[in-house]
């Protein structure tokens, strides 16, 4: 359930109807699979079924990936009650990220074809981005590898990257800087237009909150930190 958080929470303070409806969607996936179900299958079989769905693989969408937070590994799931509740967090996890990057891709298309705008392939490539790093799937480009190793070592370097896309994402408009550098990809002006509105929310939650917590307990929030 800590992907709901960790991975979810730019989500929440930005859609948080989706945000909603995936997380229960998550918790039911980790009751049933420590039942014995298999779900991601049906999870997945959902996902591939959207009419959107060749638009998703045009984009890289992250939605048929491993995720971070799991590394391949059958031992734990061949130990007794652990090896379950494992697998559980895992299918939870997964089904939230997965299910939650094809919602807001959907949402983002639709709204972009209301708009008229070209969905070419340098759009797709853009969106993709910034929806990956919606919900903790930054760009590392050329450092997949590395990426994949580093996170034996240290918890989810695509995680702490989306954070950094997602920022900077009403500049770049989802190309990356090497892209901006060499003139191969000038961004999106929609994913820019989006990426701001995003980044408006969630500060204006983060200052609702924290608003609130100075309320509930004066003098509990640090305004110069």
Same mark, same amino acid.
């Given at each position: 359930?800590?992907? /709901? #958080? /960790?991975?979810?929470?730019?989500?929440?303070?930005?859609?948080?109807?989706?945000?909603?409806?995936?997380?229960?969607?998550?918790?039911?996936?980790?009751?049933? $699979?420590?039942?014995?179900?298999?779900?991601?299958?049906? /999870?997945?079989?959902?996902?591939?079924?959207?009419?959107?769905?060749?638009?998703? =693989?045009?984009?890289?969408? @992250?939605?048929?990936?491993?995720?971070?937070?799991?590394?391949?590994?059958?031992?734990?799931?061949?130990?007794?009650?652990?090896?379950?509740?494992?697998?559980?967090? @895992?299918?939870?996890?997964? +089904?939230? +990220?997965?299910? $939650?990057?094809? @919602?807001?891709?959907?949402?983002?298309?639709?709204?972009? =074809?209301?708009? *008229?705008?070209?969905? @070419?392939? =340098?759009?797709?490539?853009?969106?993709?981005?910034? +929806?990956?790093?919606?919900?903790?799937? *930054?760009?590392? *480009?050329?450092? $997949?590898?590395?990426?994949?190793? +580093?996170?034996?070592?240290?918890?989810?370097?695509?995680?702490?990257?989306?954070?950094?896309?997602?920022?900077?994402?009403?500049?770049?408009?989802?190309?990356?800087?090497?892209?901006?550098?060499?003139?191969?990809? $000038?961004?999106?002006?929609? #994913?820019?237009?989006?990426?701001?509105?995003?980044?408006?929310?969630? #500060?204006?939650?983060?200052?609702?909150?924290?608003? #609130?917590?100075?309320?509930?307990?004066?003098?509990?929030?640090?305004?110069?930190?």
């Amino acid at each position: 359930a800590s992907g /709901i #958080v /960790i991975q979810g929470w730019k989500t929440l303070m930005t859609h948080p109807t989706i945000w909603k409806s995936n997380a229960l969607t998550s918790l039911r996936s980790m009751a049933k $699979t420590y039942g014995k179900e298999n779900v991601m299958r049906e /999870i997945q079989s959902e996902i591939i079924s959207r009419p959107n769905y060749d638009l998703m =693989q045009k984009a890289k969408l @992250d939605v048929g990936v491993k995720e971070e937070a799991f590394p391949e590994s059958k031992i734990l799931e061949k130990v007794p009650y652990l090896g379950r509740v494992h697998k559980s967090s @895992d299918v939870g996890y997964t +089904t939230f +990220t997965h299910k $939650t990057r094809a @919602d807001l891709f959907d949402m983002f298309i639709e709204k972009a =074809q209301k708009n *008229g705008v070209d969905i @070419d392939q =340098q759009f797709l490539t853009n969106l993709g981005r910034f +929806t990956n790093s919606m919900v903790g799937r *930054g760009n590392v *480009g050329h450092y $997949t590898k590395a990426a994949d190793i +580093t996170n034996v070592l240290f918890f989810s370097p695509r995680n702490l990257k989306s954070h950094i896309d997602t920022v900077t994402a009403p500049i770049t408009g989802g190309a990356s800087a090497r892209e901006l550098l060499k003139g191969d990809n $000038t961004g999106s002006g929609f #994913v820019r237009k989006e990426a701001a509105m995003n980044l408006m929310k969630m #500060v204006a939650s983060t200052a609702t909150i924290l608003a #609130v917590a100075n309320a509930l307990r004066p003098n509990s929030v640090d305004a110069d930190a």
